[in-house]
């Protein structure tokens, strides 16, 4: 059992602060901008039924014991979800991104940023999510790096997605 050090005599312990904000003038200790946190919570609860459905098994290291995060903000943008140890974003997409200027800026940003991008359709999710699982598991494990551009399925990997990069990103 481990034992935890006394607070120094005479002294008070500091309250615990769930919401980052710092003594005085208001000040943060999260590295966030303003309000990213809300907005990350507020698109979260505007999930769609694919992202429900696809988050469902990403969630608690279900798939291949992997961690995700949803609403993971980068830059400017939120991704849909991010497995920050495997440097992969994958994004679930509605008719509406088809051809979309916006969606290439925001992918060469996050590829800037070292992510590789997954991209699927929303009915993808809905009809064949054994086939999209096991896509995103490829993806992780290395049995799909090079770029896909396929009418189903977009794949976009990092300029630096190599393994031996993707190896020394992990460690530092």
Known sequence: MRAFPLPPEGGEVAPRSGDGVGEGGGETRSRRKTGTTARARGLRKGDNQAEALLWSELKRRKLGGYKFTRQFPIGPYFADFACREQWLVVEIDGSQHAG????IQRDALINAQGYSILRFWNHDVLKARGEVFETILAALTGRLASKVDAVDLQLKPSASSDP??????VQI
């Open 164 to 169: 031996l990069t993707l190896n020394e990103r």
């Open 100 to 103: 979309s200027v916006h969606d």
